[in-house]
């Protein structure tokens, strides 16, 4: 099985507001897109146990045109709150590189 590191290009997390995290995940061609683009490993189920969100609210949103699978979620606090540990949610994306794809 091949980890999300080892086929995609670049993976990155921003903020989407202060409710929301975006994931963006361009794999390293269209043959891995096509392959791991819904990979039961990038399921809403997976970003509800990993980031502590309802898997009924995560959406997944492949563009072939980009080689890329959005995802996004709700935050699990709203920004800036107090319990808030990254702000622009740019360390997100972490939890995500070593999943094996299959």
Not at 56 to 61: F, S
Not at 71 to 88: C, F, K, N, V
């Amino acid at each position: 099985m091949a980890r999300l590191r080892e086929v995609s290009r670049h993976v990155r997390s921003k903020q989407a507001g202060p409710f929301w995290v975006t994931m963006d995940i361009w794999f390293d061609g269209p043959g891995s897109f096509e392959r791991y683009k819904a990979s039961p490993a990038l399921s809403p189920d997976v970003f509800g146990q990993l980031f502590g969100t309802d898997p009924a609210l995560v959406k997944h949103i492949p563009v072939p045109e980009l080689n890329l699978v959005k995802i996004s979620y709700p935050r699990a606090t709203p920004q800036g709150g107090i319990l808030e540990r990254d702000m622009h949610s740019g360390q997100q994306y972490v939890r995500l590189l070593d999943i094996e794809l299959d």
